[in-house]
T-cell receptor
Framework: GQQVMQIPQYQHVQEGEDFTTYCNSS?????IQWYKQRPGGHPVFLIQ?????EVKKQKRLTFQFGEAKKNSSLHITATQTTDVGTYFC???????????FGKGTMLLVSP | NAGVTQTPKFQVLKTGQSMTLQCAQD?????MSWYRQDPGMGLRLIHY???????DQGEVPNGYNVSRSTTEDFPLRLLSAAPSQTSVYFC??????????????FGQGTRLTVV
């Protein structure tokens, strides 16, 4: 079955530092989604990437989908305390109807 | 617009008891799914449904049953609760009969403890 690996598991940064989380799939993905979960909350959709090599930006967040459609990354520039939470990638393999989630990267930002 | 509503928010069960976690969505989404979230394990798919009357197993289906008699509701039944089922359960829904290329909307979650 599909496997989606996400690193790092945890990262603690000072406010203003950059942050990156990486996602790797064992199989080629048809698309990949990113979610954010605040402490005690539920996952909230951030973005979806579909095309090989695709790059999308949302303010300080930059999302990339690899050329081979097997890896993805989320980069946050100049983190803020509001960025605290766990970031999940979720991939959908070709021919699959279900999303496979990575284990998430927990981000802690100190002021 | 309520989105995805899960009840209850918290539940404590004794080993061997059964219960049903409720999930309802008002967005007319065809695709619904149940996940469990354990520390360090991410979200693991339990069961999913691509439409009323159609359900299928996910990654960790043992000990759980589902049914989908209407588009709106997708209850999750624990047949005989075990301590290993202590977890946070999330219901999610997506537009389209396979949820393809669409975002998942999650409920607030049910925190279940089995003692």
């Amino acid at each position: 079955g599909q496997q989606v690996m996400q690193i790092p598991q945890y990262q603690h940064v000072q406010e203003g530092e950059d942050f990156t989380t990486y996602c790797n799939s064992s199989t080629t993905l048809s698309n990949i989604q990113w979610y954010k979960q605040r402490p005690g909350g539920h996952p909230v959709f951030l973005i979806q990437l579909v095309k090989s090599g695709e790059v999308k930006k949302q303010k300080r967040l930059t999302f990339q989908f690899g050329e081979a459609k097997k890896n993805s990354s989320l980069h946050i520039t100049a983190t803020q305390t509001t960025d605290v939470g766990t970031y999940f990638c979720a991939g959908r393999g070709s021919g699959y109807s279900t999303l496979t989630f990575g284990k998430g990267t927990m981000l802690l930002v100190s002021p | 617009n309520a989105g995805v509503t899960q009840t209850p928010k918290f539940q404590v069960l004794k080993t061997g008891q059964s219960m049903t976690l409720q999930c309802a969505q008002d967005m007319n989404h065809e695709y619904m799914s149940w996940y469990r979230q354990d520390p360090g394990m991410g979200l693991r798919l339990i069961h999913y449904s691509v439409g009323a009357g159609i359900t299928d197993q996910g990654e960790v289906p043992n000990g759980y049953n589902v049914s989908r008699s209407t588009t709106e509701d997708f209850p999750l039944r624990l047949l005989s609760a075990a301590p290993s089922q202590t977890s946070v359960y999330f219901c999610a829904s997506s537009y389209g009969n396979r949820g393809l290329n669409t975002e998942a909307f999650f409920g607030q979650g049910t925190r279940l403890t089995v003692v």
